[in-house]
């Protein structure tokens, strides 16, 4: 837990983790004779709104005193009691100031003004940004899916048209850029500007050069001024390259509040402000974005030194005694490559954490995926919970500034989002041996492939909070995604002109033919469905203030007498007033199956269902096979690396996002996968989640 600093006039979390003695990248050094604005803060950018207290703070000369006046609308004028300027305990930074603001109300059109008294530097006595609004700044973060840009997706032509007639000027994009620098263990609590250096000029104070493939307009804050029809991703004029997941969450957020306000009004009314910060890496393990002091192994058993078999898979047996990780450098761990814990907490995370923020929405887990779910003290779920109550508790440290439970949305794996064949976990619903068989002797057997498919039903099981939901107290929004993989996930060599573009494959003439898109990014991980997962994660934000979203998550089961019909029984109270209904089943198998018989060379004993019929509001039942070696002994609904076509060939069959049968009857959200045994005729479900009602 952080410790609170009363103060309010230095930088809180400089002085809680800076080491003077850095291992690994380093910062560059800042122009300390000037006043300056940390990089997060540029003209045109959004600050948090009233009732919240923002902050702005940046650099300037040891032992000076800031002065911070804001001016905005019909005279609307303040000034800040003086900041004195600390030495700071990083090296590359002599001083930092922080100011917090009073709470502003939303609205654009304020300019805010840094002033040094006794900065060395006499010719640049003060700093401004201008255009500044106030509204609601979320962060968004993650791997690839959340890093994947706009350009990458099935609705972009829909942005591209919409933003060049400036229908979403109030939402302002600032986006980070890889930051990655390899293994570090200090924090970059002022993020500096990037720089395009030269043969001839290197990179000046308080700047970085370019490492993540972003333009230097990137790393300052920008309107979504998108051109119609414009698809060339070196087009300056939208943000092309921008995270499409926080795009669509804040262009959604928008839409929905805008429509409640016509519902309830008649007219819609001026759009809050909306600042949306993407500040993702693809390839990387939630162990990176953990700060250091969440990343031992006393926060959950395996984070940092894991599973033996991580390092020796033919032995996975895990030893009596487990070495314990003592800081976040250590390089022989597979969990955290290159000893590259913590290390986009300092680099990529960190330089936010003194900004006040509305929320944080969170799309990772394809790089934790073979490591299977998790429980409250080991794997995934302990490490997403350690995630959300650490940096919680970083952002919140100041009281008044972002809330102590900020509102955190979490996305789920798509289909076909797996990184491969699974470690051995004991969450897994098979033994060593069998395990062993397929890891150690590469088996693609029915047995083998169901294996893969348990594991990512496993860790969307703890991305949903181990329980398929979060409470609504919890402050947790939550976007199921498991139904909106990739519609064609051919050849993995995806760009033109090789693999699907050559063979022809994912071609036609519907919406998702990849030669009437044109886009597919690096396989079917990245699948181009993203406006649906920010319609979820807006939704489920703002049902954290009625109550919670509906969720249509399994809550009991009932087997007949002759073993022919499973019913399904949803949690009315989950539902908020919903129902459950079903949808056109996708061509090909139903994805509800049952265990009758055991695993076989050709069959890894599960059965498709026959049908769904809908019984009431809250029950489903599913008619079954008859005729196997026993009595249906454990079902599972969605439980499979791509779930919602099963026995249908990825690459020449086009899967429509939100295939899965079984949704609400009025926000069409999917119901939860689950995976329970069934026992005297009732679903048992592993702990914690539960379906024995």
């Known amino acids: ?105 939303a609205g654009f059109g304020y300019n805010i003004t840094a002033a040094c008294t006794g900065c060395t530097n006499n010719s640049a006595p003060s700093a401004t940004i201008s255009g500044v609004g106030f509204g609601d700044v979320f962060l968004c973060s993650g791997q690839s899916n959340m890093e994947c840009p706009l350009l990458t997706t099935l609705s972009r032509f829909d942005v591209y048209n919409k933003t060049s007639m400036g229908l979403y000027d109030h939402i302002r994009l600032f986006q980070t850029g890889a930051r990655y620098l390899g293994p570090r263990n200090t924090s970059s609590w002022i ?11 290197a990179c000046p104070n308080n700047t970085e050069p370019d490492s993540g493939g972003i333009s230097p307009a990137y790393r300052s804050w920008i309107l979504p001024r998108g051109e119609a029809g414009n698809d060339d991703e070196d087009f300056d004029g939208f943000p092309n390259r921008f995270s499409a997941v926080c795009w669509y969450f804040g262009m959604s957020l928008s839409d929905m509040r805008a429509a409640e306000a016509a519902a309830a009004t008649g007219s819609s009314l001026d759009q809050v402000p909306i600042g949306l910060i993407a500040s993702s890496v693809g390839g990387t393990t939630i162990q990176q974005w953990l700060p250091p002091w969440a990343n031992g192994n006393d926060t959950c058993s395996d984070n940092n030194c894991g599973w033996v078999e991580q390092l020796d898979p033919s032995k996975p047996e895990q030893p009596a005694s487990t070495p314990q990780c003592i800081n976040e450098t250590l390089s022989n761990v597979y969990s955290c490559p290159s000893g590259t814990c913590s290390t986009l907490w300092h680099s990529m995370i960190a330089p936010y954490v003194n900004m006040t923020i509305a ?16 429980d409250a003290s080991s794997g995934y779920l302990c490490q997403q919970n350690a995630l959300i109550s650490s940096w919680r508790a970083a952002f919140s440290s ?94 993995a060599r995806a760009q033109a ?82 129902s459950v209904s079903l949808q056109p089943p996708a061509p090909g198998l139903i994805p509800l199956q049952v265990r009758t018989g055991p695993p076989t060379s050709n069959s890894s004993g599960w059965v498709y269902a026959l049908q769904l019929q809908i019984v009431n509001s809250t029950s ?8 196997g070696a026993h009595a249906p002994d454990a079902v599972r609904y969605a439980w499979a690396d791509s779930p919602c076509c099963p026995g249908q060939n990825p690459s020449t069959f086009f899967c429509a996002p939100e295939s899965c049968p079984i949704v609400t009857s009025i926000t069409k959200e999917p119901a939860v996968p689950f995976y329970a045994n069934i026992i005297d005729g009732k679903c048992v479900c592993d702990a914690p989640f539960s379906c024995n009602a």
Request: net charge neutral.
């Open 1 to 105: 837990m952080l410790a609170l600093i009363p103060s309010t006039t230095l930088l809180l979390i400089t002085l809680l983790l800076m080491s003077a003695n850095a291992a690994g990248p380093v910062d560059p050094p800042f122009d300390f004779t000037r006043v300056l604005f940390s990089a997060v803060f540029s003209s045109q950018m959004v600050l948090q709104r009233a009732p919240s207290t923002s902050a702005v703070f940046g650099t300037a000369t040891p032992g000076a005193l800031i002065i911070v006046t804001v001016d905005g609308p019909n005279g609307f004028s303040y000034t800040s009691a003086p900041s004195p300027v600390v030495i700071s305990s990083d090296l590359s930074i002599h001083g930092t100031w922080r100011t917090l603001l009073k709470p502003i109300n």
């Open 191 to 201: 993020l500096p500007s990037i720089c395009e250096p030269s043969p001839h000029r």
């Open 359 to 374: 929320g944080a929405a969170w799309y990772q887990g394809e790089q934790n995926q073979i490591y299977s779910g998790g």
């Open 398 to 491: 100041t009281p008044g500034t972002t809330l102590a439970n900020m509102p955190f949305g979490v996305t789920t794996l798509a289909g076909a989002g797996g990184e491969g064949f699974p470690l051995w976990s004991p969450f897994l619903h098979t033994t060593q041996d069998v395990w062993r068989d397929c890891y150690v002797n590469r088996r693609r057997t029915p047995v083998c492939n169901d294996i893969s498919d348990d594991s990512m039903g496993l860790i969307r099981q703890a991305q949903s909070g181990g329980v398929g939901f979060f409470p609504a107290n919890s402050n947790v929004f939550l976007a199921q995604a498991h139904d909106l993989g990739e519609p064609c996930n051919c050849d």
């Open 497 to 578: 002109p090789n693999g699907c573009w050559a063979s022809g494959q994912c071609f036609g003439t519907g919406p998702y033919s990849l030669n009437i898109t044109h886009n597919y990014e690096l396989s079917g991980i990245h699948p181009r469905p993203k406006l649906q997962v920010g319609q979820r994660l807006a939704r489920g934000y703002l049902g954290l203030q009625s109550g919670g979203a509906s969720v249509p998550k399994i809550s009991g089961c009932r087997l007949s007498t002759d073993g022919s019909l499973v019913t399904l029984t949803f949690d009315s109270a989950l539902l908020q007033g919903d």
């Open 620 to 627: 489903v039942s599913a008619v079954l096979p008859t005729g």
